[in-house]
């Protein structure tokens, strides 16, 4: 069970952060 939610965390939680990071980048980028 534990290592499913591992999974389930990682396909939501890895896409999220680099979204952030590439957003987080443009904003810099722009300002």
């Avoid at 499913?4 to 590439?22: H, K």
């Avoid at 957003?23 to 300002?31: G, K, Q, Y």
């Amino acid at each position: 069970m534990e290592h499913s939610r591992i999974c389930i965390y990682n396909r939501i939680i890895l896409p999220v952060l680099e979204a952030v990071t590439v957003t987080t980048t443009l904003v810099e980028t722009v300002s």
